[in-house]
């Protein structure tokens, strides 16, 4: 129904409303979360449309794809890997990725490393944490956590911004918050204090379905396909 009255530019500035609005509620300015507008559903062309609505930064979750859409696209967006990496991939996405939110493995963030140095590239990266513990979600334990980022620091074309995770699926966003909550005491556990103005680190958290939650429990970037592109 809602595809038929509302275009690509319609679904944006409403769900770019409600994250203003979700910011607000939580005590924050709009543009202190970020929208990272998931296009794995969508080819170039539309890809094209969203950029001349203003869309910043794209979300892809396969190497593959996205690369071949950074072709055409080149780096008129920022590109973020928010899917699973593997090390032969690696090389790939140290060419053209502004930021990957699902790093977890330290084999893979060498990897990582080592092709964005031969690139002469820095690539921002957030740390995957499985926060449900469900066996299905990437991830490392929140226990991990803090030895993981110490490790990450010896990656020195690797720059550790923050962190990412999923909630489990759920048809009401309200299920989602506890998860939301844990992420974000994994990251006041790191650093205290913490604030988006003073080089603080990410939260990576809520798509479509509960963005918003997300964004109340301090998310500064959300990841959002659906919602935006149907
Ligand atoms: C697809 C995807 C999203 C966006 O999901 P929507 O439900 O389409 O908003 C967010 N994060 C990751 C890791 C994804 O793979």
Redesign the pocket.
């Known amino acids: 129904m809602a595809d038929a009255v509302f275009g690509l530019a319609d679904r944006l500035k409403i769900v770019q409303t409600r994250v203003a609005y979700a910011a607000l509620r939580s005590g924050r300015l709009p543009e202190d979360v970020r929208i990272i507008t998931?296009t794995?559903?969508i080819g170039v062309a539309e890809i094209h449309a969203l950029i001349q609505c203003g869309i910043m930064d794209i979300?892809e979750?396969r190497v593959q794809d996205a690369w071949k859409k950074y072709q055409a696209i080149e780096d008129r967006v920022k590109w973020h890997m928010?899917?699973h990496l593997q090390r032969n991939k690696a090389h790939i996405v140290a060419k053209f990725c502004a930021m990957v939110?699902?790093v977890c493995d330290m084999a893979v963030a060498e990897a990582l490393d080592r092709a964005a140095e031969k690139c002469g590239r820095k690539i921002d990266v957030l740390v995957q944490v499985n926060v449900s513990g469900e066996t299905t979600k990437q991830g490392i334990h929140p226990s991990e956590v803090a030895t993981f980022v110490k490790s990450l620091a010896m990656c020195t074309s690797l720059v550790f911004r923050g962190f990412m995770t999923?909630a489990p699926l759920s048809e009401n966003p309200e299920a989602s918050r506890p998860y939301f909550r844990r992420l974000r005491d994994v990251r006041d556990a790191i650093v205290p204090g913490f604030s988006p103005h003073k080089g603080g680190l990410h939260l990576s958290m809520g798509?479509?379905?509960d963005y918003e939650v997300a964004i109340e429990e301090g998310a500064t970037m959300v990841?959002?396909?659906?919602?935006i592109v149907g």
């Open positions: 998931v794995k559903y979300g979750n928010i899917g939110h699902s999923m798509m479509s379905n990841r959002i396909g659906r919602d």
